[in-house]
């Protein structure tokens, strides 16, 4: 008999629930929206209750459309966004507030004031992060400041803290466990990387208590059973078989298990990892360390560089500029002229992230004339997409001391194939599009169909990784140089203009 993978990529808008043959082919798929929070400019907040609710009815939704036994459903895996933070009650399950979503700056103060203690190397060295607001500490030390009673439920040893993925995996298992994985740990700054445990001297610098914590666990195992989706069924009886943090599942996902090989998700921001096996790479220029996965006891290292604004810059056309209709109309009007007649477009509305970490950056455009149309101003947008990855990748090659010749990429924008060919050619190296797209939800559903019997080994997964087209460099060094130095000279005029 067949036997499916559930694969729940619980992302920063929206849930969505895959189900997969032993092929890695999709039987079928749902997707739901969830709302955005913002009080406050700079502020990002999700209802955690909320995107329960939407991942429960997407996984409602994905297993009756498939039309399948539901005991043929072998496993569930769960990737999610990461960092975002949820305080919840340990008796009743409900939050205590709102989530505080991984873009939010609302805890900016806490982490200068961190970084005036003079905190900085020592959380780099333990955590391979940098302090960043960014990361789950400063939110939960916003949480203890700010919101009515939970430091005195914390006292009392009334409060769990988890990312989402341990958030969805105590209301799946209807509370009775508590636990997170080490990818998703190792995003809170309160994991030391190194010794693959909670930090006790961490935790006492933040003055946050250990007694709030989850268990951390491997990436593929045994989680649990799903008993919440008996509410669809009775019979259905799924176990928890892999949970992974979204950029590193789409890591797995890409196939991408040797030392050098890289992909960049273009999404909401784009995330760039390079794995790097059992090498940890401290950077010294913004990029984060990190850990890709736990598989059969090893543990594999990943470099990762984070730009903030990436497909949403497109986005921001669409709804903020009003210049199309459709995300995807944006290629055609790029096809219609030749490159953005020298304007850059520097999309920094939230700061800017790897290798700038400036917080303070905020979004310019340079170089318009008479002549400027629509046509270029949108070119330049989806180009500024290219140049922040190119800006990652070049303090990546520097400080992995490998060469990077071919680059995975997966995520909504990659479908543009403007942006695609523009890519390669300032990078000067071939981009890989896949057949799938969905890399993240196929990076659990690997891990879970590991545990669970459905796929071999590693070898019997990439198999499945098929091409769609390859994007080949097309213009000289001379060209290159000179559009990427005109961007250099547009982030540094943005970041002077404060
Ligand atoms: P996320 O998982 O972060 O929500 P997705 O991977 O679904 O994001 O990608 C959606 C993003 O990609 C949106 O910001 C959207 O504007 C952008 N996008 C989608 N299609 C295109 C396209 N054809 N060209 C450029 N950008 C696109």
Redesign the pocket.
Known sequence: MDKYVLAIDQ????SRAIIFDKNSNIISMAQMEFSQICKHSGWVEHDANEIWETVFQVCKEAIYKSGLDYKDIISIGITNQRETTVLWDKTTGNPLCNAICWQSRQSTSICNEWINKGYSDVIHKKTGLIINPYFSASKIKWMIDNVDGVKEKIEKNEVMFGTIDSFLVYKLTNGTKHITDITNASRTMLFNINTLEWDNELLEMFEIQANILPEVVENSGNFGIATALKNIDSSINIPICSIIGDQQSSLFGQCAFSCGDVKNT???GCFMLMNTKDKKVLSNNGLLTTIAWKYNNEVCYALEGSVFIG??S??WLRDGMRMFEK??D??QYAQRVNGSDGVYVVPAFVGLGTPYWDNDARGSVFGLTRATKKEHFITATLESIAYQSKDVMEVMKEESKLDIKSLCVD???S??NY?MQFQSNILNCDVLRPRCLESTALGCCYLAGLSSGLFKDLNEIKKFHSIDKIFVNKINNEEREKLYSGWKIAVKATRMFK
Do not use: V
């Open positions: 992302g920063t808008t929206s273009y999404g909401t497909g949403s497109i986005q995300s995807s944006c290629e995520g909504g924008a479908s543009n942006l």
